[in-house]
């Protein structure tokens, strides 16, 4: 029979489970994250009432004190955002001109996000901003609450003054 006995083999098996239970938990927590960071993907980040959105290109810590997101201005984002209005939010003459004024000044660039979500705040490029904001574009709340909302899906607290 080879140079194991059933014996030893049954030894050695039950020695094993612990250690294939520990491998299978952290497997499954890192699917689970991996999970998370890709259901993000595809978001979009916006800091103003006056730029388009971009989309997110990499999520990291979510639901701790260091949630991060970055996103990057693409050439998609720039073309949709020009067809749907944001021509006349920059005084372009058509969405051509939108187009190749935003592609000058945007495209490649990138929108950052760092959340607290113990504390309730995040920076959302430049601005900081404490849970609850407010949902309008003068504030920049309207950014700021899906934002915190991304990078902090399980925060208990209010995140948008209604």
Do not use: W
């Not at 499954?28 to 890709?38: D, E, G, N």
């Not at 006056?50 to 984002?77: N, Q, S």
């Not at 372009?92 to 000044?105: G, L, Q």
């Not at 996000?113 to 904001?133: D, T």
């Amino acid at each position: 029979m080879g140079k194991f006995g059933s014996r030893d083999r049954a030894s050695f098996a039950f020695m094993a489970f612990p250690h294939m239970c520990l491998m299978r938990a952290a497997l499954l927590a890192a699917s689970f994250s991996v999970l998370a960071a890709t259901a993000a993907l595809g978001a979009e980040l916006q800091r103003s009432c006056i730029e388009p959105p971009a989309t997110v290109i990499k999520i990291t810590g979510v639901d701790t004190r260091h949630a991060r997101a970055l996103a990057k201005f693409t050439e998609p984002d720039i073309v949709q955002a020009c067809h749907e209005g944001y021509v006349n939010q920059g005084g372009y003459a058509s969405p051509e001109e939108c187009i190749r004024a935003t592609k000058a000044s945007l495209l490649g660039h990138g929108v950052a996000a760092e959340a607290n979500c113990s504390s309730g705040i995040i920076k959302l490029g430049q601005m900081s901003f404490k849970m609850p904001v407010e949902n309008n574009c003068a504030s920049g709340g309207i950014f700021a609450g899906p934002a915190f909302k991304m990078l902090c899906p399980r925060y208990r607290g209010r995140i948008v003054n209604d």
